[in-house]
């Protein structure tokens, strides 16, 4: 059964939390997988499901007090790196992909993402905001977390939580950061 909700740590505190998407789509996937490497209590609840879930705020800060704060120069935001690195200290076996030299290989990564959804292993990538409906020259974390129908379903992505597969490719490629972010999602 396809997962069709996803509890998503989000960015909650806007003057101190302006670029640690990473840190919240490390927080999420750490969660799904039942990790909870700083013992950090379970206190709030989601009105979506009644499940209690680790406060946005203090997830973010106990990551980035493990070591896994943003990476990117003047703190600008992470890499999927970094988001691998962590979760692998967590225990779990966490690989990034992305697309290579002009794009090249983007083909393999669609499929990998799907392959990895069609088995509700949520999967961190990164998109171009502007391309979602959100702000531009802006790029975000987020967790794709379902494939059906021709959309992708998105966690911790209000601009467009269900893009279209051609919208979600094109916001996918982020044409305008470095090799490495192309198509970027770390895979548990």
Request: net charge positive; with cysteine.
């Amino acid at each position: 059964m396809a997962i069709s909700y996803l509890h998503c740590y989000v960015n909650s505190r806007p003057n101190v939390d302006w670029s640690t998407c990473g840190q919240t789509a490390t927080a999420t996937i750490t969660d799904y997988w039942r990790r909870n490497p700083y013992g950090l209590p379970r206190d709030t609840r989601d009105w979506y499901n009644g499940l209690y879930y680790w406060n946005d705020g203090r997830a973010i800060d106990a990551i980035k007090a493990g070591g896994f704060g943003p990476d990117v120069a003047f703190g600008l935001g992470t890499t999927g790196g970094r988001i691998r690195d962590a979760l692998r200290s967590y225990g779990l076996n966490a690989n990034v992909g992305h697309s290579g030299a002009f794009f090249w290989g983007w083909e393999n990564q669609w499929s990998a993402l799907r392959n990895y959804l069609a088995y509700n292993r949520p999967v961190p990538v990164i998109l171009d905001l502007g391309l979602m409906g959100g702000p531009a020259w802006s790029h975000h974390w987020a967790i794709a977390y379902r494939y059906a129908n021709g959309r992708v379903y998105l966690g911790a992505c209000p601009w467009n939580s269900s893009p279209t597969e051609s919208q979600f490719l094109s916001a996918w490629r982020c044409r305008a950061l470095p090799y490495g972010f192309n198509h970027c999602g770390v895979y548990v």
